[in-house]
T-cell receptor
């Protein structure tokens, strides 16, 4: 198992550009989520999905779109990048998202710089 | 709403010394509590978790944490630190009504001196 994979590892964008951060998992997990990590603020939930075709907003959803067409993939789209979106982005997954006890598995992260 | 506070942003400890990282949470009922570690350039790895029962929880890499309801705390400890423990540590909480949505503290960065 590769676990949770994220691409790219690092990206530089100009303000206004769009891009998609990729996330994939091979553990047949139903629950997937995106977090952003900023210094001193820990990780904050952007969007999450409890299964294919189902997504919902987290704590900081503005400026981001998601979709979940397959169980394996959960891409995060920035439609018009802003400097405030400079951050490290983590994707995570867990078995069902229905049981609080489930362990979430995190990908290695994507470091994004918006100029 | 649930929240987590990690009062110490940085901690420096000598190799072989003991380590304690503080975590305070705010939640109306008993939460589910987690500690994650993030090594440089890596994703987050679960160290341990508390749901119920024994308030002293053992985790991986020789870490343990103690849940104290009266103090709303879930502090992480390790008796003897190794240089490989240099990392950032995050405390997180999930409330019973929050599904699987974790709320993280701001993190504590641990530096280990030789």
């Amino acid at each position: 198992n590769a676990g949770v994979t994220q691409t790219p590892k690092f990206q530089v964008l100009k303000t206004g550009q769009s891009m998609t951060l990729q996330c994939a998992q091979d553990m047949n997990h139903e629950y997937m989520s995106w977090y952003r990590q900023d210094p001193g603020m820990g990780l904050r939930l952007i969007h999450y999905s409890v299964g294919a075709g189902i997504t919902d907003q987290g704590e900081v959803p503005n400026g981001y779109n998601v979709s979940r067409s397959t169980t394996e993939d959960f891409p995060l789209r920035l439609l018009s990048a802003a400097p405030s979106q400079t951050s490290v982005y983590f994707c995570a997954s867990s078995y069902s998202g229905q049981a609080i006890q489930e362990t979430q598995y995190f990908g290695p992260g994507t470091r994004l710089l918006v100029l | 709403a649930q929240s987590v506070t990690q009062p110490d942003i940085h901690i420096t400890v000598s190799e072989g010394a003991s380590l304690e990282l503080r975590c305070n949470y705010s939640y109306g009922a008993t939460p589910y509590l987690f500690w994650y570690v993030q090594s440089p350039g890596q994703g987050l790895q679960l160290l341990l978790k508390y749901f119920s029962g024994d308030t002293l929880v053992q985790g991986i890499k020789g870490f343990e944490a103690e849940f104290k309801r009266s103090q709303s705390s879930f502090n992480l400890r390790k008796p003897s630190v190794h240089w490989s423990d240099a990392a950032e540590y995050f405390c997180a909480v999930v409330g019973r009504a929050a599904g699987n949505k974790l709320t993280f503290g701001g993190g504590t960065r641990v530096l280990v001196k030789p």
